[in-house]
């Protein structure tokens, strides 16, 4: 059976970065990260725990040096570097790396992979594709976790909640439900995949903190304050769907958002993640409460206590 006890961390210093690398502590792996040779932050951007490489993302020989000696790797790496990643692969191959989890973790990049927003998301279906290419040569997990439940909230309300003016937001209805997952319980997946190595052996899974619908998001928010938050914008999906395939007959890759908003919250979607689908009991990872989670957002913005 593969034991997995060492994770080398590509791109860890983003948005998501972070949380994944306090998890992995926490659960007792050793960690390395490794930050671009090009990158001229002084800051350090790891617990003194961890063990920095610097790495050339472009040369073999530079990647398949810092994965020496590592069971894992787990990738991060933004959208420019998603492309990268095949070079990664083939490095972790040649170090004699267990298992490779490319930079997925939100939208199921396998079920939209031949919608309109496929054609954005393109490099990391051909990432994971490569990977199954490779099945025999490494093992491999996907994992989709949907929106980014707790961080979205804080930059922008979840495209739901305006604090400042005490209003809400909708598309359509706000009824249909969809699939989010605070930062922590991402990491907390990641650890959970690493520990059940044979369970999720070349698959791609689908976890989450819960399904949520944006009118379940006002309701929690009027109840933790005792305030109400009018609607004062709906817009219609198809509208956004539209928007976003102009947008992209332009090359312009914001049409990412309409055409996310669209997938999570057009009435009838039927993108939220069924208990079937989710691998949340298979890895053993509890789900969630929305209510608490709206709560710490609340008292981290000062509005309750």
Do not use: C
């Amino acid at each position: 059976m593969v034991s997995i006890k060492t994770v080398a961390v590509l791109g860890g210093t983003g948005n998501l970065g972070p949380s994944i690398v306090h998890q992995l502590l926490s659960a007792g792996f050793t960690v390395t990260g490794l930050t671009r040779v090009s990158s001229t932050n002084s800051t350090p951007i790891y617990p003194d725990s961890v063990t920095v490489h610097k790495v050339d993302f472009a040369s073999f020989d530079s990647l398949k040096s810092a994965f020496d000696g590592q069971d894992a790797v787990v990738s991060f790496v933004g959208s420019p570097g998603v492309p990268a990643q095949k070079l990664a692969v083939d490095a972790a191959i040649a170090a004699g790396v267990k298992r490779f989890i490319p930079s997925e973790f939100g939208v199921n990049t396998r079920k939209v992979r031949d919608w309109p927003m496929g054609k954005i998301l393109k490099g990391k279906v051909e990432v994971v594709d490569y990977l199954i290419e490779k099945e025999g040569e490494i093992e491999w997990t996907g994992l989709s976790t949907g929106l980014f439940f707790d961080w979205g909230l804080e930059k922008h309300g979840l495209s739901t909640i305006n604090l400042k003016d005490k209003t809400s937001a909708v598309v359509d209805s706000g009824n249909e439900k969809f699939q989010v997952s605070t930062l922590a319980q991402v990491g907390r997946a990641v650890v959970k995949i690493l520990q059940h190595p044979e369970e999720t052996k070349n698959r791609y899974l689908v976890t989450s903190s819960f399904q949520v619908s944006q009118n379940e998001i006002i309701e929690a928010v009027e109840e933790l304050t005792g305030e109400k938050y009018p609607v004062a914008n709906r817009e219609k999906a198809d509208d956004l769907q539209k928007a976003g395939e102009e947008k992209l007959a332009v090359g312009d890759y914001r049409a990412f958002i309409d055409f996310l908003r669209a997938y999570n919250n057009k009435d009838g979607a039927g993108n939220a993640v069924s208990e079937e689908e989710s691998a949340n009991g298979l890895i053993g990872l509890e789900y969630e409460d929305l209510k608490e989670s709206v709560k710490e957002w609340l008292v981290k913005a000062g509005v309750v206590s």
